[in-house]
């Protein structure tokens, strides 16, 4: 069945589907025709509920593994958007209760396509997935650590205290505090401008985001870099 974003998204992603693998695609729909968020989902996340309200959305099965695909038009009269996980209905209750309500309607982002290189989005292999998003700095706690003892500088941030929810390829993380939602990025390997050394830490080691103080802005925040690009 052709589908106009499902074509443009595997035109730019070519690697993704491999010739054996079984793909069902359906019908693209409008989303607000169908997306029924939640009060406090509309509350905490206005601008998102209203990128996604625009999003026209085509359901696909790619070997049994159910994704979301939402697609907008830009500008240029050209196709952009997110593949993305189901939402779901049982969320790991180490998430903290914002990132549980997002997921209830919203599932997370594993692909885009189209996207902008001012986009935070830009490189990441996922984010705000159920299945990606742990506890801690996976195996970098430990360069984090080294960097910190050549320094001389304490290392009084707990880990386990920060949940990562997006993946760079080259193993940068942003995360979050579990209780407080301030975000933060581990970044040894980057070329960013927007973010800045947190507070007694050396370069490449752990970042705050400029104007950013906690998961709820990083969310709304890219929501509204999307939302600058609909025609």
């Not at 106009?4 to 693998?21: A, G, H, T």
């Not at 292999?125 to 500088?153: H, K």
């Not at 707990?158 to 990025?185: C, Q, R, W």
């Amino acid at each position: 069945m052709s589908n106009n974003d499902w074509n443009d998204f595997v035109s730019e992603v070519s690697w993704l589907i491999k010739p054996n693998d079984n793909v069902i695609v359906s019908e693209s729909v409008l989303n607000y025709q169908i997306f029924s968020p939640s009060d406090e989902f509309k509350s905490l996340f206005p601008s998102f509920t209203k990128l996604l309200m625009k999003a026209r959305i085509t359901r696909v099965e790619v070997n049994h593994e159910k994704f979301e695909l939402l697609g907008w038009t830009d500008e240029d009269n050209e196709s952009f958007g997110w593949l993305c996980k189901y939402p779901v209905n049982l969320v790991p209750s180490h998430l903290c209760k914002e990132h549980q309500i997002l997921l209830g309607y919203f599932g997370g982002i594993t692909e885009r396509w189209n996207e902008q290189e001012e986009s935070w989005l830009l490189n990441l292999n996922s984010a705000l997935t159920s299945s990606d998003s742990e506890q801690g700095f996976q195996g970098w706690g430990t360069y984090v650590n080294e960097v910190c003892r050549e320094e001389g500088i304490e290392l009084l941030l707990n880990p386990n205290d920060y949940i990562a929810f997006a993946f760079e390829a080259n193993g940068n993380l942003t995360l979050y505090h579990k209780d407080t939602l301030s975000v933060i990025m581990f970044a040894p390997d980057h070329s960013f401008e927007h973010i800045t050394p947190l507070d007694g830490f050396p370069e490449y080691t752990l970042y705050s985001i400029d104007n950013c103080p906690n998961l709820i802005t990083w969310i709304e925040t890219i929501a509204k870099q999307e939302l600058n690009r609909l025609a």
